[in-house]
């Protein structure tokens, strides 16, 4: 494991730590060069609740790229409707140690303007 993934799975421990204690469902993002993942998990975190991804049919358009802005905004926006339809409207947001910007922002953005509050 190379020394800038090792920061990031550090930095994500520790906000790890902080959001368990607020006992809330917490969104978990992940990015590749390729493709971006969220998922809405229990407060303990045994139970995935709601997941999108890039990679699910319909959440970005035949042909698109997913691996950029537009792509993250879909993901969010579907990831807030999937935890609306199932009753969960607060969450705590977990970047996974990658830095608030670009597509991670973006996710964000479009999970708050679809009524996930976090």
Request: charged share 25%; aromatic share 6%; hydrophobic share 40%.
């Amino acid at each position: 494991m190379n020394e800038k993934n090792k920061n990031r799975l550090r930095r994500a421990r520790r906000s790890r730590a902080k959001i368990v204690r607020l006992g809330v469902p917490r969104l978990t993002v992940f990015r590749t060069a390729q493709h971006t993942y969220a998922q809405i998990f229990s407060a303990d975190g045994s139970t995935v609740l709601a997941a999108s991804s890039t990679l699910q049919d319909g959440v970005i358009a035949q042909g698109q790229h997913g691996g950029n802005i537009e792509a993250a905004k879909c993901v969010g926006a579907s990831i807030a409707k999937a935890a609306l339809e199932k009753g969960i409207t607060h969450v705590a947001f977990d970047r996974a140690g990658f830095i608030y910007h670009g597509r991670i922002k973006a996710l964000a953005d479009s999970a708050r303007e679809a009524g996930l509050q976090f």
